[in-house]
């Protein structure tokens, strides 16, 4: 199924693309190989300082349940200005948020200062995505994700 906004969903889950991206990138920064339920029920995932900005769609539930979640939303968190300390996450996770800002590339460069050496920044954006073509008018959203 595709929604044109939203992109295609998991029949059996229901989460939408981006969503199924979004905990895609999460294990892959975590070095976790499984699932993403699993994931969330590890100790590995307890120990997580997590910025969540903005509802990660059908994993916000999912991620509250970790002991440190940040959950903030954007424009109440001004992304382009230092809200937290260095290194306070080890994670930062957001959905279409960076279409919102202003100035992407400070958001991200303010993103990345809150993030341990090892941290990983995880979102999706529904802008064309230059390296892949894939976003824009294409009705599938451009999923990225960075180390920091």
Not at 1 to 18: A, E, I, Y
Not at 59 to 75: C, E, F, I, Q, Y
Request: charged share 20%; proline share 7%.
């Amino acid at each position: 199924m595709v929604n044109r906004q939203r992109g295609p969903c998991c029949t059996g889950s229901g989460d939408k693309r981006r969503s199924i991206a979004l905990a895609e990138a999460i294990l892959v920064a975590c070095g976790w190989e499984g699932i993403f339920r699993e994931f969330a029920e590890s100790d590995q995932a307890r120990l997580l300082r997590l910025l969540e900005i903005n509802k990660a769609g059908t994993l916000s539930p999912t991620l509250r349940r970790l002991p440190n979640d940040v959950v903030s939303a954007n424009p109440a968190l001004d992304m382009q200005a230092r809200s937290y300390a260095d290194a306070s996450f080890d994670l930062i996770v957001h959905p279409a948020t960076m279409e919102h800002v202003p100035d992407p590339i400070q958001a991200r460069r303010e993103s990345t200062s809150v993030l341990t050496p090892a941290g990983a920044l995880c979102f999706a954006t529904r802008h064309c995505c230059p390296a892949t073509g894939v976003g824009g008018n294409s009705g599938q959203p451009s999923i990225c994700g960075m180390a920091a």
